[in-house]
């Protein structure tokens, strides 16, 4: 796990550690020192820590203007034991929400394994997005954890899309995809 970077190619446009209005400002990275694990499997530094001992992200895209962001995900989502879902709406969410984002679009092909619990916050996350004309979109997630997160019924709130070729377009294209797709799943 510890090879696994997040996405650097959109670096030139957008880093989060540099954007004034991103809760993870400020933040200096090692290339060289490990020390965030996902149990006992260290990941690359670069992954950002936002209160979970077991799912890390990074913040690779936002636009405050359209109001959306791209964030990948690494690691273990844990709503069972770890409550991600708490941790992650009011550490993270919550602040991007007061400053107008409210299209996410999560990127989770390296969440390996998803534990569910009660969906009191996803549905609290999506009436806060819904009140901006939002949606939240979870992208590439892998098969064993898509089935847990349906069977939790979260695929009521969080719109679980394949888009394989993300990686290959720009942010701004990446995102008028996707918001088309919800729009017309929206229009029906």
């Known amino acids: 796990m510890h090879e696994i970077e997040p996405f650097y190619n959109w670096r030139h446009i957008y880093t989060?550690?540099?954007?004034?209005?991103?809760?993870?400002?400020?933040?200096v990275y090692?290339?060289?020192?490990?020390?965030?694990?996902?149990?006992?499997?260290?990941?690359?530094?670069?992954?950002?820590?936002?209160?979970?001992?077991?799912?890390?992200?990074?913040?690779?895209?936002a636009d405050y203007e359209l109001g959306y962001t791209i964030i990948e995900m690494i690691g273990e989502w844990n709503d069972a034991i770890e409550n991600d879902i708490m941790t992650l709406k009011r550490e993270l969410?919550?602040?991007?929400?007061?400053?107008?984002?409210?299209?996410?679009?999560?990127?989770?092909?390296?969440?390996?394994?998803?534990?569910?619990?009660?969906?009191?916050?996803?549905?609290?996350?999506?009436?806060?997005?819904?009140?901006?004309?939002?949606?939240?979109?979870?992208?590439?997630?892998?098969?064993?954890?898509?089935?847990?997160f349906r069977r939790a019924h979260i695929d009521r709130y969080v719109e679980l899309l394949y888009f394989p070729v993300w990686r290959t377009v720009q942010p701004q294209h990446l995102f008028a995809a996707i918001d088309n797709k919800m729009l017309r799943r929206l229009e029906r």
């Open 16 to 27: 989060s550690e540099e954007d004034p209005k991103s809760p993870f400002y400020g933040r």
């Open 30 to 61: 090692s290339e060289f020192e490990f020390s965030q694990s996902v149990y006992n499997y260290y990941i690359h530094p670069q992954w950002d820590e936002f209160g979970s001992r077991t799912l890390y992200l990074k913040i690779i895209y």
């Open 93 to 148: 969410m919550d602040k991007l929400i007061l400053e107008g984002i409210y299209k996410y679009i999560l990127v989770a092909e390296n969440v390996m394994n998803f534990h569910s619990s009660d969906t009191s916050y996803y549905e609290e996350w999506v009436e806060d997005v819904e009140e901006g004309g939002g949606w939240i979109v979870m992208l590439d997630m892998p098969e064993q954890s898509q089935y847990d």
